[in-house]
């Protein structure tokens, strides 16, 4: 059977080959997508590029790490209140709260329920009419417009007892906030191109401009990434900062109107804080003001929880970068996937499960 020629062993050495002959100097570059870091941990790319003198960062990519403890507190605090669902992604139930996480408050009687889509959640509410069904809705813009989407359905169907918990982030923003912050180590960005995909380049082009790097919109198969470090280090090299696409297969510069155009419907920028990265001037998503009927933050009575993750846990500096996983004290030892004590260990897409399922067993073997 003829290989999958993005995951080729043959086109990803001519790849590293290549990035090899064009590197004069250390560089360091940062992906910010869960998925791309487990490629990169899943195929050894990083290893197969320190030689070269290149080294991968991983940003803050993925969604469910970044949710802030205190959401994740309120969305437990929904799910025991009486008549009321909480409609979640898996992947969100494990991760922990302040105390304790949503699986565990399901265990102890709370109302949790796994949905595949937020129509899921419509429909449930559909179904049953005597319950309260909030969405906590968590993701980048890759899945907001679902969501949104989710809330056009529900108006069209008259529901009054389908809401939202909104935990929807933009990665523009955090990225921008990174490269603010004084002293970090980033030299190029590879925009993650499922982010790429649906919103377009346009929104890079002021970061390419006021931080003078290079940003190069990337897919998540080896030789996908693996190009997108050639670009960035060919522009490195270069001395240049522009913004490119090596993800053309997937990406325009315009981006899924449709999708945008649902987001713009239902959503606006706001400024909530994320996990390991504080607030963010237009870093997450809120309901507009037409939509706020479906806010379950306007229709039951939230308290504003303090942010509280275990003092051990180092996910901020995962996070942002400035650590590697494999780097926390915890990693691999007090914190595994089976005992988490933060996000990146839980999430399918977070940095710390990618270390642990791809490098910690070699190391610890
Ligand atoms: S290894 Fe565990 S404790 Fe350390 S930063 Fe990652 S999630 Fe937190």
Known sequence: MASHPYRDRDAMRRCVEAIARRVSQPWTLMEVCGGQTHAILRHGLDRLLAPAGIALIH????????????RIDQAIALARTPGVILCSFGDMLRVPG??????????????????????????????????????????????????????????????ANFSLLVAHVRVPPAVAALLATPNHRIQA?????????????????????????????????????LQGVLRAVDQLE?????????????????????AQRLLETVFEPATRPWRGLGEIPNGALSLRPAWQAFDAEARFPLDQMPESSHPDCQAAAVLTGRLTPTECPAFGRRCRPEHPLGAPMVSAEGACAAYFHYRAPMEEG
């Open 238 to 258: 270069g001395g240049q900062a522009r913004l490119e696409n090596a993800y053309a297969r997937a990406v325009t510069d315009g981006g899924k109107g449709n």
């Open 189 to 225: 960005l590879l925009a993650a191109g499922h982010v790429c995909a649906v919103m377009g380049l346009a929104e890079y082009a002021p970061l390419v401009r006021r931080f003078r790097l290079p940003v190069v919109a990337t897919g998540f198969e080896p030789v996908d990434i």
């Open 59 to 70: 940003g803050p990519g993925c969604p469910v790490c970044v949710t802030p403890t205190a």
């Open 98 to 159: 302040s105390g304790e996480d949503l699986s565990t408050a399901r265990a102890r009687g709370a109302r949790v329920q796994v949905v595949y889509s937020p129509l899921d959640a419509v429909r449930l509410a559909q179904r049953q009419p005597q319950d309260q069904v909030v969405f906590f809705a968590v993701g980048f813009e890759t899945t907001a417009p679902a969501t949104a989407l989710a809330v056009l359905q529900a108006q069209a169907l008259g529901l």
